[in-house]
């Protein structure tokens, strides 16, 4: 039997276990130190944003890919070489297999390839037309401008897989697309027929005067789906691109001034998306008593230039005629070299 001095002992020594010493308590001798949180520099810093600090960082070091700096508009009259100053260039600056592809509107990239460089692998003419043949127009509309979407969307596919490692198909290394104006009306056509639910059977009936009153227009829907077309060419122009988009002039009957009566036939905003602007023009020789020579320069008016401030406001002739002579072709130096 335990004794009343044993019974109290016990208990003692099992109060002393329930007992909990705070960290700061010496115990038997030895100081506890309470536990102290890791801790963080300040210097050391987590944004909330870590995709564009990536994209940040990532600019520090050096890129694989070198942007492009030409998103060119090449405008003037037909028939002044638009086309043929761009192929040329291409054909000159690059010299292995890299590629020219073209969005032909106008099917004037189809003849210049014909003319002058008939059954060169470089050069690929993509039409953008979807026909329609249980219809009394020509054009499916809404399909053609799905269309010219693929075509822009797998360029940039293709952009984006030729800076992979092991990538062994030829580069692509300029985009075309001519007849710019063309694009803008197909952009107009999908707004009537299908944007404004004008109950329009086809861009005949959507061009009808009446239902033009009766509706009136969005032109913003318009500048939506031409803005796409840009987009999809400044992304290809980041993936090391050139792009030149051709245009035809119109009459200005707003009378801007330094347009020479003229203004170019693509969407207004188009003005101010391009970092250049080529003006192709010809002139004609004349004699001292105003009499013609015959011979008649094709030349470039550098009518706007954001990438080289040396070549704002000046000319370049790079096709001259001599009636009963041999054309003679300069090309442009500023396309062959790439220093626009």
């Known amino acids: 039997m335990m004794s009343g001095w044993g019974t109290i002992a016990d208990a003692h020594e099992n109060q002393q276990k329930d007992i909990i010493v705070p960290e700061h308590v010496e115990a038997f001798g030895n100081k506890i130190e309470p536990e102290v949180a890791e801790q963080v520099s300040s210097s050391t810093f987590v944004s909330k944003f870590p995709q564009i600090a990536e994209e940040l960082d990532a600019q520090s070091r050096p890129s694989a890919v070198r942007p492009s700096h030409i998103f060119a508009g090449v405008v003037g009259h037909e028939g002044t070489g638009k086309t043929g100053i761009v192929m040329d260039g291409h054909m000159h600056r690059y010299t292995n297999d890299e590629q020219l592809w073209a969005i032909d509107f106008d099917n004037g990239a189809m003849a ?8 060169d692998k470089r050069i690929r003419i993509f039409s ?8 009394r127009t020509a054009y499916n509309y809404i399909s053609t401008y799905q269309k010219i979407m693929d075509i822009g969307k797998f360029a940039v596919e293709y952009a984006e897989r030729q800076h992979d490692e092991g990538f062994d198909q030829p580069l692509l290394k300029t985009l075309l697309v001519t007849a710019v104006d063309q694009f803008d009306s197909v952009c107009i056509n999908n707004m009537k027929i299908y944007d404004l639910d004008m109950d329009a059977k086809d861009a005949i009936e959507a061009s009808h005067t009446k239902l033009n009153a009766d509706i009136g227009w969005n032109w913003n829907i318009r500048s939506t789906r031409f803005k796409q077309l840009t987009a999809i060419c400044q992304k290809l122009n980041s993936l090391g691109v050139d792009i030149f988009w051709e245009t035809h002039l119109k009459e200005d009957k707003e009378g801007k001034i330094g347009f020479e009566g003229w203004k170019f036939a693509w969407e207004k905003n188009a003005t101010n998306d391009v970092f250049q602007i080529l003006w192709c023009k010809s002139k004609a020789i004349r004699n001292n008593d105003g009499s013609t020579t015959g011979e008649t320069r094709y030349l470039v008016d550098f009518f706007k230039e ?4 040396n070549l704002k406001g000046q000319e370049r002739v790079y096709f001259v ?7 003679e072709w300069l090309g442009l130096s500023e396309l062959r070299d790439g220093v626009l």
Do not use: F
């Not at 954001?306 to 401030?309: A, D, L």
């Open 306 to 309: 954001k990438t080289n401030s």
């Open 112 to 119: 210049c390839k014909q003319a002058h460089y008939d059954g």
């Open 128 to 135: 953008p037309w979807v026909m329609q043949m249980d219809d």
């Open 321 to 327: 005629t001599k009636k009963g002579e041999p054309a």
